[in-house]
């Protein structure tokens, strides 16, 4: 039995080893098809792809040698899409061997590995969810995961205004860049000063808007109130409206010198015109503002979701228990929305964190600050979209990317571990 | 009894005091916008809520090109561009999610969990390699690669919304028509997509609203007026060095708002259930 036991195995084996080049194992284990199949994938794939390894590993390691030939940041990009297409390739190398081992396997065990026709079902049937994922999975490695991996290679690197083709080339400087954030004053400054601000903003615009929505669905939802399909459909209007439209007519409303608010609102009030748009603390007082009128109605429509989902069992018991309308809502209401929106209230806050359009498009992260890159009102994500379009400080902008992510990452899976919604997977 | 009454008269009251108050809140910046477009001129330092003398112009000048203003341009591409974006994510979206949620297969923990990071990093803090790519393909301007990474960032928080709607669909349902004879396609195709419609109209939604407000990452592939899309042109128009034109951006904007306001209002019940559904249990 033991002696059997290693015997049975020696096809496979043999096949595995064969397939160092991929195809053999295949032939070995009597598929031809597949094997030459294999055989000329893998072929092509080399002569394909072998200057594009030969130039992407030389340029990933030199970032280029000659001004003006080469060009520091294409030959980085081609750098690490050759490391991606070799990955890939490695995959399809690894499920050669385990193919050829596998069917040899077949063979040891006494029966047939399956013909062409019988592999290409099997292939269908056993490899299904890949082939369900892969079309995304492509696009998603490419339009996604390979930028990113761009921007944090660019980050260890020293490319900016003064190392661009064709005239410079860029060099790997390391770390440098990220000591360069902490330790040179006017970018240590900036930094702790947007950092702040993005923490301040995602807080308390994200609570405000969740506090506003939570309430006025209660309030829409008492049952002695009238007109309630009126009332919610008013509400949601904030969010019919595409946001960046109502962003920008709230920036020509808040204008100092000619916007309504200052205008007419103020006027009527016979108060004096606030300077909006060149007061760093009132512009954040006016995109707090804004937030909120953006940000309530989506937290209103699924509380009131949420509302209507809640057993009226549970009132018609507090009554008979005497609860007074305080204890039902702090009781019963409140947690029962709390628990229900958990998630949805976490997206709320990543949402603001990343939110570079109310930002961006009311007052362009504004009023200028002397002598810093980042405006008065910017955050992390509208200050590296500055720092990339305005200033071109790649490096930078790509060093206070992976910064931001780690940050954004630590946050949650923190919370992850403490709701631990994390298990289910 | 009669404390009671009163109470509930003073709570109802203040109730319709506050929904007054939040009504004009929302209308007024609304009905400002419609008044500018109404209004004469340039500028809104003369303009008022109701005009006093009420002119079409601005609408008339959005159907004019002049320079670098291509309004109907824009709105097509904006259009073009969310309705492919919104198309494709829900075709790939959906697939994704269900072999996530249906099949156990190597690697899907992993995968899983790659989808949960990515959808923290936003996609426009690696805005300087899409740019590079851009030129590296020669495809500045380019609507078909703004649309695949558009598409592409749509993924990884879709398919986890997707995938928690899909796992509380009961796996029975499958099981009984696999033994009915039904592929796994028919399955998909037939069981789990016309359970999961509240879902797939979020993801709808999302596909739809993200490439119609995004301004980062379209100001970095467009570079071209004519392919730009309506936030960049919007945005140009009101901050021109050479004159804002605040009324030409308000007839706009009106524009462009009240269909896709009475078409969200629409479809609102559509993707409301699968907010409120999915993102409980996502």
């Given at each position: 039995?033991?002696?059997a ?20 194992g ?19 794939y080399v ?12 340029g ?11 060009n ?13 297409i ?14 050829a ?28 969810p ?49 000591k360069?954030i ?28 969740v ?7 209660i ?25 960046f ?37 009132w ?32 009132y ?8 007074t ?50 405006g008065?009102t ?17 490096a930078?902008?790509?060093?206070l ?25 | ?16 005091v ?51 203003f291509?309004?109907?341009q ?23 999610a ?27 803090s ?17 609507h078909f ?9 749509q ?8 995938k ?8 029975s349902?499958?099981?009984s ?18 359970l ?60 462009i708002s009240?269909p ?8 609102q019940?559509n ?5 409120t ?6």
């Open positions: 039995m033991d002696k036991a290693k015997q049975s195995k020696s096809h496979a084996k043999t096949a595995a080893l064969l397939s160092i080049i991929p195809g053999l295949q032939l070995y284990n009597k598929q031809l098809i597949k094997g030459i199949g294999f055989l000329i994938i893998a072929i092509l002569t394909g792809f072998w200057s594009l390894f030969n130039m992407g590993f030389w990933l390691f030199t970032l280029g040698t000659e001004v003006p030939r080469d520091s940041i294409f030959l980085l990009a081609e750098g690490l899409i050759a490391v991606l070799l990955g890939i390739g490695l995959l399809f190398y690894y499920m050669n061997f385990r193919d081992y596998q069917n040899g396997e077949k063979i040891d065990m006494g029966q047939h590995p399956e013909k062409f026709v019988g592999s290409i079902k099997s292939l269908f049937n056993t490899n299904y890949y082939l369900l994922i892969s079309p995304g999975l492509l696009l998603l490695i490419f339009t996604v995961i390979f930028p990113i991996l761009f921007s944090f290679a660019l980050a260890f690197t020293n490319y900016d205004l003064y190392h661009t083709a064709p005239a410079h080339l860029a060099d790997w400087v390391g770390f440098n860049t990220f360069q902490f330790t040179v004053d006017i970018w240590r400054s900036t930094f702790f000063d947007v950092l702040g601000w993005t923490v301040i903003w995602t807080l308390v615009a994200s609570t405000l808007s506090t506003i929505g939570i309430f006025m669905a309030v829409v939802h008492q049952k002695d109130l009238r007109l309630k399909k009126l009332w919610r459909t008013v509400l949601v209007l904030p969010w019919a409206v595409p946001g439209v109502t962003i920008l007519i709230f920036a020509g409303m808040f204008n100092d010198s000619f916007g309504a608010v200052n205008t007419v609102i103020l006027h009527a009030l016979g108060i004096h015109p606030v300077s909006w748009m060149t007061n760093a603390a512009t954040k007082v006016a995109l707090l503002f804004v937030q909120s009128w953006l940000g309530f109605p989506y937290i209103f429509v699924v509380t009131t979701g949420v509302l209507q989902s809640i057993p009226e069992d549970l018609e018991a507090a009554i008979m228990d005497g609860a309308a305080w204890q039902k809502f702090s009781k019963i209401t409140l947690p029962f929305i709390l628990a229900q929106m958990a998630p949805i209230i976490i997206t709320q806050y990543t949402f603001n964190f990343n939110n570079f359009n109310i930002i961006y498009l009311f007052n362009n992260g504004g009023p200028a600050v002397p002598n810093s890159t980042a008065g910017d955050i992390l994500v509208s200050w590296i979209y500055k720092l990339t379009m305005q200033s071109n400080q790649y930078l902008a790509a060093a990317t992976i910064l931001l992510s780690v940050f954004v990452i630590g946050i949650a899976l923190w919370q992850f571990k403490r709701t631990n919604s994390f298990k289910e997977g | 009894m009669h404390s009671i009454k009163k109470n509930k008269n003073i709570r109802l009251g203040s109730s319709y506050l929904l007054v108050v939040m009504s004009i809140l929302i209308f007024y910046p609304l009905a400002w916008t419609i008044g500018a477009s109404f209004n004469k001129g340039n500028s809104l330092v003369s303009t008022t809520l109701i005009p006093k003398s009420p002119t079409l112009a601005h609408y008339v000048e959005l159907t004019k090109t002049s320079g670098s291509y309004y109907f824009w709105f097509l591409n904006s259009l073009k561009i969310s309705v492919v974006t919104m198309v494709l994510s829900v075709a790939l979206v959906s697939v994704t269900y072999a996530f949620s249906r099949f156990r297969f190597k690697g899907r923990k992993n995968g899983l969990v790659l989808f949960l990071l990515l959808q923290m990093i936003p996609q426009f690696a805005l300087i390699a899409l740019f590079v790519m851009a030129q590296m393909l020669h495809l500045v301007n380019s690669l703004l649309i695949l990474i558009y598409v592409g960032g993924i990884p928080m879709n398919t986890y919304l997707m928690g709607y899909i796992d509380s669909i009961p796996v349902l499958d099981e028509a696999l033994l009915d004879g039904a592929g796994y396609t028919r399955i998909f195709l037939q069981i789990i997509v016309p999961a419609k509240p879902m797939i109209a979020v993801v709808a939604m999302n596909g739809f609203t993200g490439p119609l407000g995004d301004f980062a990452l379209s100001s970095v592939i467009l570079r071209d007026p004519k392919s730009y899309t309506l936030p960049i042109g919007l945005y140009n128009l009101i901050n021109d060095k050479m004159g804002a034109s605040y009324t030409l951006f308000a007839a706009g904007a009106i524009l009240i896709v306001a009475i078409v969200f209002i629409l479809l019940k993707f409301v259930s699968g907010l559904e999915g993102g409980t249990k996502g």
